[in-house]
């Protein structure tokens, strides 16, 4: 290609980009129209974990119980796929679309495909990056945990216990999405500051169950006098307690400290059984909240840029009596 056509090529992107930005910051997100009942999509990132299939569940039951058609889509843990999803949902013309987007970035344009299209968002449990989209201009809203008070409970949580347990392995979700990047901040953030703590090893089990095992068992042999490993979710935390076993080490206070994040009924019961010290919950219930959210906006009512689920913590004081009401 001559220089002359790639510099025109790489002007007329830019300016692409340019009036798309223009446009992203006068335009209003796309309103609902008031209907008696709707077809609604709901764009999830991935289903092997029971969090995904409880927030499903939940999205599937309310759709049952108001009478409203889902049209759902699985990304199988793809977020160019996710992409696709969307564009289709948009494509068959749905009012609404609930989206779980994988990562911060590449589902940027499948929002401003939507917007353009007149179909309102409305992001589910993740984030995107908020210089790229915002909510009330690009989506309607987000609705799900502060990602980053979870990451400081924990912290707080191990920094509370005293003891000698403070050489730390950290196993991230998956990379570039918000919970990733804020259950990181919020925890690296209280142990930097608290000098006598240390994480000698951080990196991504990707949300999964395997992964967080073979990470974990990689880590491990890395650094053998670790002694506590904080996982950003339930499943790579039960990855890392096999780990553990496997090396002949034990998971609970007589040797490594497990915490994680999410408080499905299996991590809660290792915490009854004294495996992992504690859990901070990130609920997957999201169905009539975000139903409700749909409903209150298509009312015309202003909806809050930011909707925070309220998340309790499973610790060994409680895990015994909460465990019921896990998920
Ligand atoms: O913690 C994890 C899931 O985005 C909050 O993603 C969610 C996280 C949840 O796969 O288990």
Redesign the pocket.
């Known amino acids: 290609m001559s220089i002359t056509r790639r510099s025109l090529l790489i002007a007329s992107a830019a300016s692409a980009a340019a009036s798309l930005l223009a446009a992203r910051a006068f335009a209003a997100a796309p309103p609902l129209e008031k209907k008696d009942t709707y077809k609604v999509g709901f764009a999830q ?2 289903s ?2 029971p ?2 299939l409880a927030q499903t569940k939940s999205m599937q039951d309310e759709a049952t119980a108001r009478g409203w058609q889902l049209v759902y889509t699985d990304a199988a843990g793809s977020a160019a796929k996710q992409v696709a999803d969307v564009n289709s949902m948009i494509a068959q013309g749905v009012d609404l679309i609930f989206l ?1 987007p994988r990562e911060e970035k590449p589902l940027i344009p499948a929002i401003m495909a939507a917007k353009g299209a007149g179909i309102p968002i409305i992001l589910l ?2 984030n995107v990056d908020q210089s790229l989209a915002k909510p009330g201009e690009d989506y309607v809203t987000f609705i ?2 502060n ?1 980053i008070e979870e990451g400081q409970r924990v912290g707080e949580y191990l920094v509370g216990l005293g003891g000698d347990k403070k050489i730390i392995i950290e196993l991230e ?2 990379t570039g ?3 990733a990047n804020d259950r990181k901040k919020g925890f690296d953030d209280v142990i930097a500051n608290n000098a006598e703590y240390q994480i000698v090893a951080s990196q991504s089990g990707d ?1 999964a169950r395997d992964k967080g095992r073979q990470v974990a068992e990689t880590l491990l042999q890395a650094h053998p006098d670790a002694n506590v490993i904080y996982a ?4 790579m935390a039960i990855g890392a307690i096999a780990a553990l076993e496997a090396a002949g080490r034990t998971a609970g206070r007589g040797d490594c400290l497990v915490f994680s ?2 408080g499905g009924k299996e991590a809660v019961q290792l915490v009854v059984d004294g495996k992992i010290e504690a859990v901070v919950e ?1 609920n ?1 219930r999201f169905g009539p909240k975000a139903f409700d959210t749909a409903i209150a906006y298509s009312g015309g009512e202003a909806i809050a840029p930011v909707i925070i689920n309220p998340d309790q913590m499973y610790t060994p004081e409680n895990a015994a009596e909460l465990l019921a009401t896990a998920y």
């Open positions: 990132t991935e092997n974990n969090w995904r779980a449990d993740r799900g945990s990602f979700g998956t999405s918000s919970p949300f950003h979710n339930d499943e994040i999410d990130c997957p």
